[in-house]
Nanobody, 124 residues
Framework: QVQLVESGGGLVQAGGSLRLSCAAS????????MGWFRQAPGKEREFVAT????????YYADSVKGRFTISRDNAKNTVYLQMNSLKPEDTAVYYC?????????????????WGQGTQVTVSS
């Protein structure tokens, strides 16, 4: 399993930006597909964005397309989520996850390692 630690969450006004980071403690980070998910109170955990092991392939949920950008730095064992034009409905705990096949996926079941989450709160 991969140990993942998210950071960068916080409180921001609507229309603002945040950048989340997820640091992985594994030598073979560059072979993993990575994903970001989020969970709001009383709701199921939902897919946000995913990136392949090379970084060349990305995929987003419709609700964040055009506002969020996922990227990775394999030299730093880190994946990022740049969030712009934030809305109150983006408020949630954000989790990063790793999947060993390297392609990335919008499906939760593909991921076998999860971080502890970081809180993002967007005020109106």
């Amino acid at each position: 399993q991969v140990q993942l630690v998210e950071s960068g969450g916080g409180l921001v006004q609507a229309g603002g930006s945040l950048r989340l980071s997820c640091a992985a403690s594994v030598r073979t980070f560059s072979s993993y597909g990575m994903g970001w998910f989020r969970q709001a109170p009383g709701k199921e955990r939902e897919f946000v964005a995913t990136i392949s092991w090379t970084g060349r392939s990305t995929y987003y949920a419709d609700s964040v397309k055009g506002r969020f950008t996922i990227s990775r730095d394999n030299a730093k064992n880190t994946v990022y989520l740049q969030m712009n034009s934030l809305k109150p409905e983006d408020t949630a705990v954000y989790y990063c996850a790793a999947e060993r096949y390297g392609l990335g996926s919008p499906g939760r079941s593909r991921y076998d390692s999860w971080g502890q989450g970081t809180q993002v709160t967007v005020s109106s």
